[in-house]
């Protein structure tokens, strides 16, 4: 069962604009990732956030997590066409740390 | 460098043929094996994954099945394709179990059954 879901699922907007992405879940979690997929690949992941931490950055990337709310989100500044692709997040449940659970993935067009 | 090969990477098989695909890890030892199934447009489901060698979990009851015949090979089988197994298909491996560390996945194979 998927236990993510992001929002929104689809995302479209200029070059050099901003782009959020939010994730919801239900249970509570060990950490999150955030993933990205261009089209007919696969994924390739992009920063990894544990449930004690609140933010982190990694480039123009910046994801944050708020556990009491259940929800991440993951901005990218300065966008660029080639950021066009799905981003996905991905929940470790705390009470089972077997597997990554996805969500259903935003879907982000970058025009140039 | 790790590397991770899934071969073939488009196939078209008939209802009721026999199905498989394999993954083959290079470059680390003992790494953690999944299978995903990614539906168009939506999320990955794991289907299967393995800790080691002949030792596979199953998380979707379905007709498909998992083996690992050697620490760095993982093969997803089926014995008769049904229609609802299209898909594409995307092995990962991770050094760490589960969700407890970055995984890495392959290219993916898209399955086409008619």
């Known amino acids: 069962s998927q236990q993510g879901e992001e929002d929104p699922q689809a995302l479209s907007i200029q070059e050099g604009e901003n782009a959020t992405m939010n994730c919801s879940y239900k249970?509570?979690?060990?950490?999150l990732q955030w993933y990205r997929q261009n089209s007919g690949r696969g994924l390739v992941h992009l920063i990894l956030?544990?449930?004690?931490?609140r933010e982190k950055h990694s480039g123009r990337l910046r994801v944050t997590l708020d556990t009491s709310k259940k929800s991440s989100s993951l901005l990218i500044t300065a966008s660029r066409a080639a950021d066009t692709a799905s981003y996905f997040c991905?929940?470790?449940?705390?009470?089972?740390?077997?597997?990554?659970?996805f969500g259903t993935g935003t879907r982000l067009q970058v025009f140039p | 460098s790790q590397t991770i090969h899934q071969w073939p990477a488009t196939l078209v098989q008939p209802v009721g043929s026999p199905l498989s695909l394999e993954c083959t890890v290079e470059?680390?030892?003992?790494?953690?094996l999944y299978w995903y199934r990614q539906a168009a447009g939506r999320g990955l489901q794991l289907l299967f994954y393995?800790?080691?060698?002949?030792?596979i979990s199953s998380e979707v009851p379905q007709n498909l099945s998992a083996s690992r015949p050697q620490d760095r090979q993982f093969i997803l089988s089926s014995k008769k394709l049904l229609l609802s197994d299209s898909g594409f298909y995307l092995c990962?491996?991770?050094?760490?179990?589960?969700?407890?560390?970055?995984?890495?996945f392959g290219p993916g194979t898209r399955l086409t059954v008619l």
């Open positions: 990962a491996w991770s050094s760490l179990a589960g969700g407890w560390d970055t995984q890495y």
């Open positions: 249970t509570s979690i060990n950490n």
């Open positions: 956030i544990r449930s004690n931490e």
């Open positions: 991905a929940t470790t449940r705390s009470d089972n740390t077997d597997k990554l659970i």
């Open positions: 470059g680390t030892s003992n790494p953690n």
């Open positions: 393995s800790v080691g060698i002949g030792q």
